[in-house]
């Protein structure tokens, strides 16, 4: 079943959101979609991990859905937190230097859980972040 987003009375399906990806120039996918290429920054992941699923839909709907530009998101980015470093998912930048993040998002495939719940979990703590009130159903 795909995942679906009500905005502005439109419904928008992962597939759809995929498919605008791919023509924005966004992403690319590779060796028969078993990779996809985040474009923007050149970065190439394994698509047949369902968490990478889930953050690529986070991308493209922060790209395509909330029109943060593409340029200002970031994926897999080392992030100092103490005296360790972590690696964020994705983060969005409020200036084109990259110096400022606006939004840091961890984003997890569930294992136990559908796809479509792992989405949810995502998307949510996505709209929390950004400060968006409208969540999916």
Do not use: W
Request: aromatic share 8%; hydrophobic share 40%; with cysteine.
């Amino acid at each position: 079943m795909a995942h679906t987003v009500v905005k502005r009375f439109a419904i928008i399906t992962a597939m759809d959101l995929i498919a605008d990806g791919l023509k924005q120039g966004l992403i690319r996918f590779e060796d028969s979609g078993k990779y996809i290429v985040y474009l923007p920054q050149g970065k190439r992941r394994n698509y047949e991990n369902p968490e990478e699923k889930v953050q690529a839909e986070a991308f493209l709907r922060l790209a395509l859905i909330y029109r943060y530009p593409a340029k200002r998101i970031r994926n897999y980015v080392s992030v100092q937190m103490g005296s360790e470093v972590k690696e964020a998912d994705i983060i969005v930048y409020d200036d084109d230097a990259l110096k400022s993040p606006l939004i840091v998002a961890e984003c997890m495939g569930i294992a136990f859980a559908t796809e479509s719940t792992a989405t949810r979990t995502a998307t949510k703590d996505l709209n929390h972040s950004a400060g968006v009130t409208n969540t999916l159903q």
